[in-house]
């Protein structure tokens, strides 16, 4: 078998804290939470450690997360507003990428 996924969060909101990031944690055999975007951490260990207790790298920027090659798979749980700017970076950058909502459909 491959090894584990490094995996890095944008968001530490609603959709990270209770979809995206306990579903990583439960495949440990497929993914490592390896990070997350957070711009404004409250503690050291940022909503991650105090939530689940797992030490994982914060990031404040989406250029810092982008530059770190050994993130490979990032995972867009972010405002909508902001998914396909950061969608288009992150597949730029050489990096797998899902989004939580992939589809908008906006009628006047």
């Known amino acids: 078998m ?4 490094n995996t890095c969060v944008l968001g530490v909101g609603l959709s990270g804290l209770t979809f995206h990031i306990p579903f990583i ?13 957070e711009r404004n951490p409250l503690s050291p260990g940022g909503k ?7 030490q994982v790298t914060i990031y404040r920027s989406l250029d810092q997360v982008l530059a770190d090659p ?20 992150a597949l730029k ?4 990428g899902a989004l939580s909502n992939v589809l908008l459909i906006i009628t006047s």
């Open 48 to 54: 991650v450690n105090e939530r689940f207790g797992v």
């Open 70 to 89: 050994t993130v490979e798979l990032v995972i867009i749980g972010t405002p909508n507003e902001t998914h396909y700017t950061f969608a288009k970076a």
């Open 93 to 96: 950058a050489g990096k797998h």
């Open 2 to 5: 491959s090894r584990p996924i």
């Open 25 to 37: 944690l439960a495949l440990p055999e497929v993914f490592v939470l390896h990070s997350v975007l």
